[in-house]
């Protein structure tokens, strides 16, 4: 049996934290509340650079991540990474320092 049963909707109760997050496979309405807990944990591990994969697409996702680190009080800034990190799919984002 795998660890996680089919049709179970739970998330696991945990998670390995790292400096990336891989919006692909979430719905627009969950990128607030899933973007905005990334910095919570990014900022509970003292992490100051960060990037965001939310693909090219039709920049719905990007949209919406945008949105959400311009009125986040701990993001200094962001962008598109460069070419070589996956350009505009990518948002690489700097937290302040505090």
Known sequence: MSEFDEG???LPEYFRVTDVL?????????IPEVVAEFIRNARS???????II???G???LKYLVRKE???????????DAPPELGG?????VS????
């Open 8 to 10: 179970d909707e739970h």
């Open 22 to 30: 891989d919006l692909h496979g979430f719905f627009p309405e969950q």
């Open 45 to 51: 591990l003292k992490l100051q650079r960060l990037q």
């Open 54 to 56: 939310h693909g090219k």
């Open 58 to 60: 039709r920049s719905k």
């Open 69 to 79: 680190l311009a009125q986040n009080p701990h993001v200094l800034e962001f962008r």
């Open 88 to 92: 505009w799919g990518r948002t690489m």
């Open 95 to 98: 937290l302040k320092t505090e």
